[in-house]
Each structure stands twice: as C-alpha cells, then as structure tokens.
C-alpha cells in the first residue's frame, strides 16, 4: 500500500505545470472531447510506466539495498531540482493533425512521457519497492488525477492554478523522500 500512496501522490503533484498537463490542456481545447482523451492518457501511461517499472525493478535487482536507497535518494533529490524548471510546450507542438481524440492523445502522451521527470520517479520507485503493479498504478492514477480537471475544465481551470507554488510543493516532496531513501540507506549501510 506504501509504494501505491508514495506513487501516486509523487506523481499527481509532479505533474502540475509539466509539459503533459500542457498537453492535455492543448488536447481538450482542441478536440472537446474529455472521454476519449482520459482513455488516451490511461493507455498512453500505462504503457509508458509499465516500460519504466520492468526497466526500475531490473536495475533493483542489481544493487544491494543500502545502494538502491541511496541511488533512489539522489535521484529523488535531483527530481526536486527538476521540478522546480516549468515546463512549457515545444515549438510546433500545437499542430495537431485530425485524427482521433484517442489516437492522438495516446501517441503524443507516449512520446511525452518518455524522458520526462514521472518516467524517472516511475524507474525510481519501482527499483525501490518490490510491487510494480503497485507502483505502475499509483503513477498512471496520478497522472489521471493531474490530468483529468485540466481536460475537463480547460483553460479556466488551467488559469488560476498556483503553478509556481505547485512546484515548489512538488520539489519539496521529492526532497522529503529523497531524505528518506538516503537516510535508509545510511541506515542499511551501518
């Protein structure tokens, strides 16, 4: 249940402001159509952080656990460093051809999501908690739970959201579990 809670809320606050909330920002206003664009970002993650998780759980299996800790830790701390860099929409990224909502959403949240910093926490908690579904599922709802009030509410929504605020919370989160690895692998290693 730990790796579930810690996943889920790691990414939900993570995601405010990152490049995919822009994304689905840029999707809902575009098609209006709210169903199959969540459809599209649930396929789209899962796919994306189940990738993540086997590649985490493999890398786990290699490091002792006073090592995964602390590697899991700096990480941690460098997605804090991370979050605090808004992200913002690349160039030509709002031509969106006609295709589905669906289709659109599920290849473009793909690609979005790889390299981006809930990927990394996603390789991260899965090396470091030996339950991948749990970790695969606290990510994606998270990522849904960031997601879904900006495609259903849009731009309104979008507009008053404290963004800088968001991700000082969000930097000081992976901070807080960035100590926490660190000081348990301190604690292993002793």
């Known amino acids: 249940m730990e790796s579930f809670l810690v996943s889920i809320s790691t990414v939900a606050i993570a995601e405010m402001g990152d490049r995919t909330q822009l994304l689905a920002l840029m999707l809902a206003a575009h098609y209006r159509k709210p169903w199959p664009i969540l459809a599209g970002v649930l396929c789209a993650t899962l796919a994306n ?23 899991v830790g700096v990480s941690m701390i460098g997605m804090a460093l991370w979050a605090l860099k808004p992200d913002a929409l690349e ?25 981006d910093k809930t990927q990394f926490a996603t390789v991260a908690l899965a090396a470091a908690y030996s339950n991948l579904a749990a970790v695969v599922a606290g990510t994606t709802a998270g990522m849904l739970l960031a997601n879904a009030p900006v495609v259903f509410l849009g731009k309104a929504f979008s507009e008053r959201l404290p963004l800088k605020a968001i991700h000082y919370v969000a930097s000081g989160l992976f901070l807080i579990l960035g100590t926490v690895f660190i000081f348990r692998a301190v604690h292993y290693a002793s």
């Open 91 to 115: 160039e030509g990224a709002t031509n969106v051809r006609r295709t589905s909502a669906f289709a659109a959403t599920t290849i473009a949240f793909f690609i979005a999501e790889m390299g």
């Open 49 to 71: 952080h189940a990738l993540a998780g086997l590649i985490g759980v493999h890398l786990g299996r290699f490091l002792t656990p006073a090592l995964l800790d602390g590697v």
